[in-house]
């Protein structure tokens, strides 16, 4: 299976809160998991990414979570900002090196 | 560093023309450049993987004589969307891979049909 699933679709947190973002994938040959975040009409943009022998990775205010043996990984992003309101997708790849991405969950964060 | 350019970033055509798209990397040498398709709301669909100096390797459902892709060069990938319809009107982006896994993406090209 190739599928990436996330959730939520959508989300809407206050200034300064921490909104979570889930991911589950099935294919366990997957062994880099990068996370991108889009701005409308622009392309995505690499936040941060982590392998699965690494429980956590912290890059500024982003972090992911990584359960190797749910098959699960989450981003948190700290103290967020009304300049964080984007879209943000997951993503898994293997040998292959072709992207397989999350649908997408698009952040709203409130002044 | 890895910034990944586009050319246009919009176009308008009319129904039954030929249209292509750019793409450039332009502080590293690329060996592998993707093409995805995105519309409104939707996620990322990758379209074809391309190598340079190889043929294209397209996904399963994308026609490869609508929509040719040439990698000339480490730095340079096109996408001609061929005999355009209303159809074919979406946000294209590519990407180009530096490192095996990491992939950078360009700013995205809006293509409209009329």
């Known amino acids: 299976q190739q599928q990436v699933k996330q959730s939520p679709q959508s989300l809407i947190v206050q200034k300064g809160g921490i909104p979570i973002i889930n991911c589950a994938y099935e294919?366990?040959?997957?062994?880099?998991f990068p996370w991108y975040q889009q701005f409308p009409g622009k392309g995505p943009a690499l936040l941060i990414a982590?392998?699965?022998?690494?429980s956590e990775k912290k890059e500024g205010r982003f972090t992911i979570s990584f359960n190797k043996s749910a098959k699960q990984f989450s981003l948190h992003i700290m103290d967020s900002q009304p300049g964080d309101s984007a879209t943000y997708f997951c993503?898994?790849?293997?040998?292959?090196?072709?992207?397989?991405f999350g649908s997408g969950t698009q952040l709203t964060v409130l002044p | 560093g890895a910034v990944v350019s586009q050319h246009p970033s919009w176009v308008i055509c009319k129904s039954g023309t030929s249209v292509k798209i750019e793409c450039r990397s332009l502080?590293?040498?690329?060996?592998?450049m993707f093409w995805y398709r995105q519309f409104p709301k939707q996620s990322l669909m990758l379209m074809a993987t391309s190598n340079e100096g190889s043929k294209a390797t397209y996904e399963q459902g994308v026609e490869k004589d609508k929509f040719l892709i040439n990698h000339a060069s480490l730095t340079l990938s096109t996408l001609t969307v061929t005999s355009a319809h209303p159809e074919d009107s979406s946000f294209y982006i590519c990407?180009?891979?530096?490192?095996?896994?990491?992939?950078?993406f360009g700013p995205g090209t809006r293509l409209l049909v009329l």
């Open positions: 982590i392998r699965p022998d690494v």
């Open positions: 502080d590293f040498q690329a060996t592998t």
């Open positions: 993503a898994a790849t293997g040998a292959a090196r072709q992207l397989t």
């Open positions: 294919n366990t040959a997957f062994d880099y």
């Open positions: 990407s180009a891979s530096v490192r095996a896994e990491t992939q950078y």
